[in-house]
C-alpha cells in the first residue's frame, strides 16, 4: 500500500534562526491510520505538522503527502485535508456556527442546496445542531472544538490533522471527541493525525505512535510497543498513561501480561490474572 | 454594555424590529438620520428623540443599560456646541440633540440586527473587501479581549496596578500594549495560514435574506417614510 504522508529527514529554519531537525526515523502514515505524535514542548510536533499541511517549506529534507509536495501543491492537497488547530478560536472564521462550517463549502462554490445538506448533516452528527445559528465566540471550549471539527469535516477529508484537539476540554468532552474520531476513522476510513500531551487518552485513538523528542524522530511503534519502552518516554519527558505504568510493573514482577488499550481491557486482564490467583 | 452585550440583545431579543428584515430597519434608520440632519428646530428634534425612544420600547432595548453609548458622541458634540453656540444657546442644543439623535438611531439598530446580518446586507452595496475586514476584526476583537483581561489580571496579580501610582501604571500599561500588539501580529499571521487552508479565496461568503418582506417590514418602512416627511413638511411650510 502506497503511505498517505512521507516524511525524510525534514530540516526548517525559523526567521529567528530556530533550527529544526526532525531526522531519525522517516515519518510515514498509511491510509486509514490513526497516527499520534508524542513529545515535549518545542520537540518539532507542531512543525512537523505544519511541513505535512504545507504551510512551510523544508530547507532540507523531502515531505510528500498523497504523493505530491504539499507547499508546492498546496491548492491540491488542501481540499483533501482538514485541520483542527491548538485555538481554535483562530480558526473559527465564520460569523455564525452555519457559517463557518459552511466556509470551505462555499469558497469551493457548491451550491447552496448542497451546503445546507452537508452543514445538516455534519451537525447532526457531532451535535451541534441547536447551535447552527449562534455566534461562535460565546460557545464553551468543547462546543468550539466541535464547530471547528464540523468545518474540518465539511469537505470529507481524506486526511485530519489534529494539533492538541484534546487541550481544554473537560474529561467528558474528550471521551466524546475520542468517540467520534474513531467512529469516523471507522467508517469513512478517514487517516487521523494527531498531537497531544494527553497520554492516557493515546491508547484508545492510536494505531501507530511516534515519539519526537528534540528535532529527532526517536521511536515508533504501536502503543503496547511505545508504552513497554518506559526509558524512552522518560527521556522525551513522557510518561506512560497510568495503566500502562501499572502493566509495566506487573510484568516487572514476573506477571505475563499484555499491556491494554484500554480501561475495559485492562479489568479484563486484571480479572483473568484474579481468577488464575483464585484457581491457585 | 460591552460588544458581548449587544450581540446578546441582537441575537436573543424577540420583538417586532428583531424579527424585521435589516434592509427595512436601514431604512428606517436612513430616514431618522436624515431627519436628525436636515432640522434645526429644536422641538421636531425634541419629538424625533420622543420617537426613538419609543422604537427602544417597541425593539424592547434596556434603554438603561444602552443609553450610556450615546453619552460617548454627546460629549464630543458638546465640545462642538460650546464653540458654535456661544451666542444662541439654541444652536448648541440643536447640535447636542442630532448627536445624541444620532447615536441612538445605530443603537437601535445595533441593538435589533445581529452584526453577521447587518454586514451580509450592507454586502450589496459595500465592496467585499470591507465587509470581511469588518468580520474579521470583530471576531479577532473578542479573541483580543480575552487576552487584554488576562494581561490586566496578570498586571494586577503581579504588582504592576497601584492606584497613587500614576506612571507605574502608565508604564505596566505601556508594557501590555506591546505584548499585545505582538500577540496579534502573531495571531494574524497564524489565522491567514489557517483562512488559506480552508479555502479562503478573498471573500467570507455569508448569506443575506432580503426578501420577501412581511408586514412588519412594510410597517417599519411607512414609520420611516411617516418621521421623514414629518420632519421635512413643517420645515417647508
Known amino acids: 500500500m502506497e503511505p498517505l504522508i512521507k516524511v525524510k529527514c525534514l530540516k526548517h529554519i525559523y526567521p529567528d534562526k530556530t533550527e529544526v531537525n526532525l531526522c531519525g526515523l522517516d515519518f510515514i502514515v498509511n491510509p486509514g491510520e490513526r497516527v499520534v505524535i508524542l513529545g515535549p514542548n518545542g520537540s518539532g510536533k507542531t512543525t512537523l505538522l505544519s511541513h505535512v499541511l504545507g504551510l512551510l517549506s523544508p530547507v532540507e529534507g523531502t515531505v510528500e503527502v498523497m504523493g505530491l509536495s504539499p507547499h508546492k501543491d498546496f491548492n491540491k492537497i488542501r481540499k483533501e485535508i482538514g485541520v483542527i488547530f491548538q485555538n481554535v478560536d483562530e480558526q473559527i472564521i465564520g460569523p455564525r456556527v452555519f457559517d463557518d462550517i459552511a466556509f470551505t463549502l462555499r469558497n469551493e462554490g457548491m451550491k447552496k442546496e448542497t451546503v445546507d445538506c452537508r452543514v445538516n448533516h455534519i451537525s447532526k452528527r457531532l451535535g451541534i445542531s441547536e447551535f447552527l445559528y449562534k455566534i461562535p465566540h460565546y460557545l464553551s471550549g468543547g462546543q468550539k472544538k466541535k464547530v471547528a471539527l464540523a468545518g474540518a469535516l465539511s469537505m470529507n477529508p481524506k486526511l485530519l490533522v489534529m494539533d492538541e484537539p484534546f487541550d481544554a476540554l473537560d474529561p467528558k468532552s474528550k471521551r466524546e471527541m475520542v468517540s467520534t474520531l474513531n467512529d469516523l476513522n471507522k467508517k469513512e476510513g478517514t487517516t487521523l493525525i494527531i498531537t497531544t500531551h494527553d497520554i492516557d487518552i493515546v491508547p484508545s485513538i492510536a494505531d501507530v505512535i511516534y515519539i519526537v523528542n528534540k528535532g529527532d524522530i526517536v521511536m515508533k511503534g504501536t502503543p503496547e510497543e511505545v508504552f513497554s519502552r518506559v526509558d524512552i518516554l522518560k527521556e522525551a519527558n513522557l510518561e506512560p498513561p497510568v495503566i500502562g505504568e501499572l502493566f509495566n510493573r506487573l510484568r516487572k514482577r514476573g506477571y505475563i501480561v499484555d499491556t491494554p488499550k484500554n480501561l475495559e481491557e485492562a479489568e479484563e486482564l486484571l480479572l483473568m490474572l484474579l481468577e488464575k490467583q483464585k484457581v491457585v | ?237
Request: positive net charge; proline residues 3%.
Open chain 2, 1 to 237: 454594555m460591552h460588544l458581548a452585550d449587544i450581540d446578546h440583545l441582537s441575537v436573543n431579543g424577540n420583538s417586532i424590529l428583531h424579527r424585521c428584515k435589516v434592509i427595512s430597519k436601514l431604512i428606517l434608520v436612513l430616514s431618522f438620520l436624515t431627519s436628525f440632519l436636515i432640522t434645526s428646530d429644536l422641538t421636531t428634534l425634541l419629538g424625533l428623540i420622543i420617537i426613538q425612544v419609543l422604537f427602544f420600547v417597541v425593539g424592547k432595548i434596556p434603554i438603561k443599560k444602552v443609553i450610556h453609548l450615546a453619552i460617548y458622541p454627546v460629549f464630543f458634540s458638546l465640545l462642538f456646541a460650546l464653540i458654535m453656540g456661544r451666542n444662541e444657546w439654541t444652536i448648541a442644543f440643536v447640535i447636542i440633540l442630532r448627536a445624541l439623535g444620532a447615536a441612538l438611531t445605530m443603537l437601535m439598530l445595533i441593538t435589533t440586527t445581529p452584526y453577521v446580518d447587518l454586514f451580509a446586507t450592507l454586502s450589496f452595496v459595500m465592496p467585499s473587501i470591507l465587509v470581511d475586514i469588518f468580520l474579521v476584526t470583530y471576531r479577532s476583537f473578542f479573541i483580543l479581549i480575552d487576552k487584554v483581561e488576562r494581561l490586566l489580571k496578570n498586571m494586577k496579580l503581579r504588582g504592576g496596578y497601584s492606584s497613587l501610582n500614576v506612571f507605574k501604571n502608565l508604564k505596566s500599561i505601556a508594557g501590555t500594549i506591546g505584548v499585545l500588539i505582538i500577540h496579534s501580529f502573531d495571531m494574524s499571521e497564524r489565522m491567514y495560514k489557517i483562512y488559506a487552508l480552508r479555502g479562503y479565496n478573498g471573500k467570507i461568503p455569508i448569506e443575506a435574506s432580503v426578501f420577501p418582506l412581511h408586514k412588519v417590514d412594510y410597517m417599519v418602512i411607512m414609520m420611516g417614510i411617516l418621521i421623514f416627511v414629518g420632519t421635512v413638511i413643517p420645515w417647508n411650510l
